[in-house]
């Protein structure tokens, strides 16, 4: 029998420290690329356009028809699930009913014919996804489902005479975040939940198109944001705080696709959490420890190995009135500032990124783009393929059962 750290390690390649030099050199970046991660990612304004698109093909109507819902569930796992807390994002805290994000298979135990569930899944083939829109069905639930077309998924909505709309999948789920939030949005829009208009669509995929020329693999690091992002978070420990419930999902987006497609270990969260407790990181031995015990006269080499904190903050800024929101802007404004104070005091590194755009879609979108090519930048500056993730096919065949009867 194989040693299990050998079979773990078999699929693995890549090195330990970044070679910036892989990032000044687009033809060997696309070759590390296989899987076109980097296409699938400059594609998120052309996927906001098909899904509008796919979306108002689909009958959206009926869902009006009963009125307003006692809840909307959102039911989906990974990104499929950062969809419903996008949606409750964009609905605000004045949202008239709750919008729930449910991550695990099936419904939660109160959904009825009252309610309206949304299940999204990339592939259409995700058993949480599927779970959830079986149990819709059987419950009376309003039901959408939201997925790769010609699949259960699908299957299911039809014997349900349910909304379907259906995303062509052309990448990972991963990449494929703008391809599943729209429709999410405008079936949220359907039943008046949401004021998401054809304006706030267009700019939002203008942004993304103009993020994607920025952050191009044939851009220089200098004047590249995401390369610049990538190199600076490098052999470090990520933190990375939101300052508003917008930017919070935008900090956890970023967190996923470091962990997914760089493979490194990522702490995310609200600054109003962190302000709690997880503040105290700075004054720890990856943060004003390791900051403060520096040797000048220490070898570059050995300097360089030592792992410390690096972190980024999200900045929003604020959108809507003070009174549509949970707490005053300016009171976001003051802690974000106070911990860029905290760090600086400390020698802890830190990346602010501030939301720009008109409506919360496109300051959502320009928090999203450039932390989305920073992680497969920085994947690729390790000789890493950001597709490729080894451990995920080993996880499932481990905790998959073999058939009956296979040794």
């Known amino acids: 029998m194989a040693n299990p750290m050998e079979a773990g390690a078999a699929g693995v390649h890549g090195h330990r420290i970044v070679d910036q030099s892989l990032l000044d050199d687009e033809k060997a970046m696309l070759d590390n690329d296989p899987g076109g991660m980097l296409r699938a990612t400059a594609s998120a304004g052309a996927q906001v356009r098909e899904a509008a698109a796919l979306a108002a093909e689909a009958d959206l109507s009926a869902l009006a028809d009963e009125g ?4 909307v569930v959102v039911a989906g796992i990974g990104t499929a699930g950062l969809t419903g807390n996008i949606l409750a994002t964009v609905a605000g805290p004045r949202c008239p009913v709750p919008i729930i994000g449910h991550r695990s298979a099936g419904v939660p135990g109160w959904v009825g014919a009252a309610d309206v569930v949304i299940a999204v899944s990339a592939s259409g083939r995700s058993p949480e996804a599927l779970a959830a829109a079986d149990a819709a069905a059987r419950r009376g639930a309003r039901l959408v489902a939201i997925g790769n077309p010609d699949t259960e998924l699908q299957a299911i909505a039809e014997r349900a005479r349910a909304p379907f709309i259906p995303v062509p999948r052309r990448a990972p789920a991963r990449a494929s975040l703008w391809g599943l939030a729209v429709p999410v949005l405008l079936a949220a829009r359907a039943i008046g939940l949401v004021k998401v208009n054809e304006a706030d669509l267009a700019e939002t ?7 994607a020329e920025r952050c191009r693999p044939g851009a220089d690091a200098f004047v590249n944001p995401a390369k610049e992002l990538a190199l600076g978070l490098a052999g470090s420990i990520p933190i990375v705080w939101g300052s508003s419930p917008l930017a919070t999902v935008a900090a956890r987006r970023f967190a996923d696709t470091l962990a997914a497609n760089a493979r490194y270990p990522v702490m995310a969260g609200a600054l109003g959490e962190a302000g709690r407790g997880r503040v105290g990181l700075l004054d720890g031995v990856f943060g004003g420890l390791a900051e403060t015990s520096r040797d000048i006269f220490s070898d570059s080499d050995e300097e360089s190995a030592l792992t410390r904190l690096r972190l980024v903050i999200f900045r929003d800024g604020g959108l809507n009135p003070e009174d549509d929101a949970d707490e005053p802007v300016a009171v976001e404004e003051r802690r974000a500032d106070a911990v860029q104070t905290l760090a600086e005091r400390r020698g802890v590194r830190c990346d602010v990124l501030t939301a720009e755009g008109a409506s919360s879609l496109e300051r959502l979108a320009s928090l999203t783009a450039v932390p989305d090519f920073a992680s497969l930048y920085l994947a690729l500056a390790h000789g890493l ?8 096919n080993e996880m499932k065949e481990l905790s998959n059962p073999m058939p009956e009867g296979i040794s």
Not at 205 to 211: F, N, P, Q, V
Not at 385 to 392: E, G
């Open 205 to 211: 995929a203008t942004r993304l198109d103009a993020d």
């Open 385 to 392: 393929d950001p597709m490729a993730v080894p451990a995920i």
């Open 68 to 71: 307003r819902p006692r809840a």
